[in-house]
């Protein structure tokens, strides 16, 4: 999956930090404490705080903490610039669930597509179509929120003529759920590696300057 296939894609993310500067706390081994925000001030921003086998982000975004390796910016380093939402997940230990969040749209798209995929086959297409309308005029009719998704997954039901169903939900089978990766934890996957790269060219600099 390239760069540019979550939201905010990069280039977002990029014209977001494109004024920002790192200011560092602390700085001692694997206990940093590093601030970023807009060169001219002004309220946004976000902190990244390290201490063996944690990384915190937290500010104007929202409040995450991973756990895996002692040095949690050599763990975010091994994937160069691009992000891997789905293997980070599992090293949040506050509530990984919030890294995924509810859509309607996505929902509607993923519950037509589901009966598109069961009833392509169909050779009956007048009763496949009035069936789809059917499912349409169902979700236009149900509360735009994931309760109403679970509702009418459990509850919807197409019968021709008062047959036997038609078109059901299999909620054994991977019904769809309409979730996706938040918005505001992939913001926060592309901070962390920023954040670590203007680290290590704030560090490189030092050094250079030193020698």
Known sequence: MSKTDYEPTQEHFDKDVAEWTMEALRDDGLYRHLRFRMASGGFRWFDIVTWPHR??????CETFTFTRLEDMFEFFRSGGSRINPGYWQEKIIDARDRARSFDWDRFRSEALAEFDRAKKECEYTEIRAAARQDLED????TEPDEWGSVQLLREYSYRHDGGRPYFY???????????????????????IVWAIAQ????K???????A
């Open 199 to 202: 680290y290590d060219t704030a």
């Open 204 to 210: 490189a600099t030092t050094a250079e300057a030193s």
């Open 55 to 60: 990384l915190v982000i937290t500010g104007d």
């Open 169 to 191: 939900f299999d909620l054994s089978d991977g019904a769809p759920d309409g979730k996706g990766w938040d918005y505001h934890y992939i913001w926060c996957c592309r901070a």
């Open 138 to 141: 169902s979700l236009d009719e």
